[in-house]
């Protein structure tokens, strides 16, 4: 067994379709808004991901392009 | 203001001011607190002469410390008194967890089936620093001292030289050990130029107890932004004699003078309360800290309670850690005293003791993190949780009002045996040892101050010093006891004096026994 790690390579079925929808669900939110919906967005998926060994590194990845 | 009227202890004249004691004392303890008063006992249980210091000569002013854990529980029906707490005291296993006006979920602390004590008591702290008192008046080799304020402390190699100021003057003692349960101040630790670092804090909280009588169940209740009290978090708390704790967070910027005058409490009582009437028990402004120090032993002097470690208050880990240094430390200065295991036992105190601390402010600095959060970005994490939870579960868990404390285990401890094998469950070595239904009894009712084998349905040989307890099938109809212990037929357990296991074997080896008893004596 190989250890999980993060996907990097193209995962999402319609790229262009979710960077849309994104951009779409942030409309008429003021800024506090929005952090509250990046927030809400996070948990969501990392709750999706579950393994810790995985949200360590894109705790890690997303926070190395910084 | 409140309705419990603080005993007053007499003063009494110490001999040493009109004769110069030449007499070392085996035993002093600094500071008649919770810790103080269980090491006192515990000693004195062990047969030891124990001398015990307290400036002042009352219990503690205000209710503090207001929820006892099982595992001190344990240690109090050990020492006698836990029935007396546990008879006054509120029993509660139930929290409630309020976002708005909305209940969001709540926790059992566990199944009250088979447990002989409840998860936690409340009951206030100047009670339970009474009974403890109370209970010392049992022991005649229990010397408490009240106006009797030490001033000075210096050693070397051989004893304790204190400095002791009463109301008749200053005199001197000379002990073999000092244990130092002085408090969060401790002038001990100051007195020694030892360091107390860790984290500040700057919140502050508004402590209001109230008597009512109100229709509220014996839960804890804690509130993120409640309506009566915008922004903030609420807790809400019963204890003994119909007072209940109300605790407000107040937020970074509050001056505690200010908020502590009935006329600035009273609204805020009223905006949660309606027109319920209440009468003042005790009203406090506190921020606080998380401290400890580096190692609890220095020399001949052993640190314990807040003294040695602090923490915030959620989580109710202060007074319940402090009692359990208590525990580690008596049996292992017996045992000392009494040349029976050599003083490099002592050195385990700290080794076991200072990760426990730590862990207890690991689990209080994350509460403290949610509960307040450090800055904008957590703060709209925090939120955004809370906003999650009202609806999916998955939320829920990462809410963070406080884990309740429970009982250490020394994973890294020297004195226990690492297994031989797997075990599927039950108790490793350094963990505590559960107790559970024994026939119409309890596992550990009666049970002496001694290392103890059990024994499932295992045939051992005495060994001095060991007392062994048979637990057949027969002996255990609920089946509870096998289970908490993942025992089969052969299976012993070798417990230390403090209920934590020092060793465990499916088969029984008389060889193995020994050199695991040798090995939890630091022999
Ligand atoms: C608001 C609040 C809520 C809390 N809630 C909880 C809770 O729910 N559960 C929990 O477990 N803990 C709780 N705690 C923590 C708990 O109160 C403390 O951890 C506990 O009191 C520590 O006991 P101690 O014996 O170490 O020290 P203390 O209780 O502080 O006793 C120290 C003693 O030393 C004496 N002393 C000091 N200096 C000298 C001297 N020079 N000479 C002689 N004697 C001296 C003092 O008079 C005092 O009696 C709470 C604390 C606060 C403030």
Redesign the pocket.
């Known amino acids: 067994m190989t250890e999980k790690t993060l996907r990097l390579d193209p995962g999402i079925a319609d790229p262009d379709g979710f960077y849309n929808a994104l951009v779409d669900c942030y409309r008429d939110l003021d800024e506090r808004q929005v952090g509250l919906l990046n927030a809400r967005l996070i948990l969501l998926l990392a709750n999706q991901i579950g393994d810790q060994a995985l949200l360590g590194e894109a705790l890690q990845r997303a926070r190395e392009g910084i | 203001m409140g309705s419990y009227i603080n005993p007053v202890y007499p003063y009494r004249r110490p001999p040493e001011l009109d004769r110069a004691s030449t007499m070392r004392h085996p035993v002093v303890i600094?500071?008649?607190?919770?810790?103080?008063l269980t090491a006192a006992l515990d000693l004195a249980l062990r047969g030891q002469q124990v001398i015990v210091?307290?400036?002042?000569n009352t219990v503690?002013v205000g209710s503090?410390?207001?929820?006892?854990a099982q595992r001190t529980l344990e240690i109090w029906d050990r020492l006698g008194v836990a029935q007396r707490m546990l008879d006054k005291g509120v029993l509660w296993d139930t929290g409630k967890l309020y976002v708005g006006e909305r209940l969001i979920y709540q926790f059992q602390m566990q199944s009250q089936a088979h447990q002989r004590f409840p998860a936690f008591i409340n009951l206030q702290?100047y009670y339970v620093e009474q009974y403890l008192v109370e209970r010392c008046a049992d022991f005649p080799a229990i010397d408490l001292r009240w106006k009797?304020?030490?001033v000075g402390i210096e050693q070397d190699g051989d004893e304790v030289r204190l400095k002791i100021e009463t109301p008749d003057g200053v005199y001197g003692l000379a002990a073999q050990y000092v244990i130092a349960?002085?408090?969060?101040r401790s002038?001990v630790r100051s007195m020694m130029g030892l360091s107390f670092d860790g984290q500040v804090f700057n919140d502050r909280f508004l402590?209001a107890d109230v008597r009512m009588t109100a229709e509220f169940p014996s839960e804890r209740w804690f509130w993120f932004d409640p309506p009566f009290h915008r922004g903030q978090s609420v807790l809400l708390h019963r204890q003994a004699d119909e007072v209940f704790r109300i605790d407000f967070q107040l937020g970074p910027n509050a001056d505690p003078d200010v908020e502590k005058q009935l006329d600035r409490v009273t609204p805020r009582l009223k905006a949660m309360l309606g027109e319920r009437q209440f009468d003042y028990e005790w009203v406090?402004v506190?921020s606080f800290s998380c401290r400890c120090m580096e190692s609890f032993n220095h020399g001949r002097v052993f640190f314990?309670?807040?003294?040695a470690h602090v923490v915030s208050?959620f989580g109710?880990?202060?007074?319940?850690s402090?009692v359990q240094d208590a525990d580690n430390l008596v049996w292992k200065l017996d045992l000392v005293l009494r040349n029976q295991a050599p003083s490099a036992l002592l050195e385990t105190y700290s080794q076991e003791r200072v990760p426990a601390a730590r862990e207890h402010i690991h689990h209080s600095t994350r509460s403290t993190d949610f509960i307040t959060p450090r800055n904008d970005a957590s703060r709209v994490l925090r939120d955004a949780v809370l906003s999650l939870a009202a609806d999916y579960p998955f939320a829920r868990a990462l809410i963070n009002s406080g884990r309740l404390s429970q009982a250490s285990r020394y994973e890294a401890t020297p004195l226990a045996t690492a297994d031989e094998r797997a075990w599927s469950g039950g108790a490793a070595p350094g963990a505590p040892a559960p107790d559970g239904p024994l026939g119409n009894r309890w596992l550990f009712d009666g049970a002496g101050e001694r290392f103890r084998l059990l024994a499932f349905e295992a045939k051992v040989a005495g060994e001095p010093g060991l007392e062994t307890i048979a637990i057949g099938k027969d002996d255990d109809h609920t089946g509870v006891l096998w289970q908490r212990y993942d025992a089969q037929p052969g299976t012993v357990y070798l417990l230390r004096p403090d209920r934590h296991v020092a060793a465990r074997w499916r088969r029984y080896d008389a060889q193995a026994v020994r050199t695991a008893l040798r090995r939890a004596m630091a022999a």
Not at chain 2, 30 to 36: F, H, K, R, S, T
Request: with cysteine.
């Open positions: 600094v500071g008649a607190g919770p810790v103080g210091l307290d400036e002042d503690s503090r410390a207001i929820c006892w702290q009797n304020k030490l349960a002085d408090g969060v002038p402590i406090s506190y314990a309670g807040d003294a208050p109710a880990r202060g007074g319940n402090g």
